[in-house]
């Protein structure tokens, strides 16, 4: 762990990009215990990492749960960890008012496309400052 955050001290955060991924638990962890972050999922045992990468795709931050956690469940707790940065950007699975107000509250930006029942809009996001192809 320490040598993930020296690695990490000199992050470009102007970007912040967060998001969530399964990995496969091996065979013969179904008597693992809770905290070591190994759960039904998918129809095996997995673990999740959340992981918060920087406007270089460089890993800064992450929280490690079991496979059944969804993305939404520890959003707050991985952006709480992050460094000020401009933009908090996510997929839809980030989508609530909770994470966008969390975002905001650390004078971040939230640059998260809604779910398509959404009862709220995109209309304060900027797309001149979201051209990721430049």
């Given at each position: 762990?320490?040598?993930?955050?020296?690695?990490?001290?000199?992050?470009?955060?102007?970007?912040?990009?967060?998001?969530?991924?399964?990995?496969?638990?091996?065979?013969?962890?179904?008597?693992?215990?809770?905290?070591?972050?190994?759960?039904?999922?998918?129809?095996?045992?997995?673990?999740?990492?959340?992981?918060?990468?920087?406007?270089?795709?460089?890993?800064?931050?992450?929280?490690i749960t079991g496979g059944d956690v969804h993305d939404s469940k520890v959003a707050n707790e991985l952006i709480e960890l992050l460094p000020q940065g401009d933009f908090v950007i996510a997929d839809k699975?980030?989508?609530?008012?909770?994470?966008?107000?969390?975002?905001?509250?650390r004078n971040s930006s939230p640059v998260i496309p809604i779910k398509q029942n959404s009862k709220i809009d995109n209309g304060d996001i900027d797309g001149a400052y979201i051209n990721i192809g430049t």
């Open positions: 762990m320490r040598l993930f955050k020296s690695l990490s001290a000199n992050s470009d955060v102007e970007w912040e990009f967060i998001d969530g991924s399964y990995v496969k638990a091996h065979q013969h962890s179904t008597g693992a215990a809770s905290e070591q972050a190994i759960a039904l999922s998918r129809g095996s045992n997995t673990s999740k990492i959340h992981l918060a990468v920087d406007s270089y795709v460089l890993p800064i931050e992450f929280i699975n980030y989508d609530s008012k909770a994470i966008r107000d969390k975002t905001q509250e």
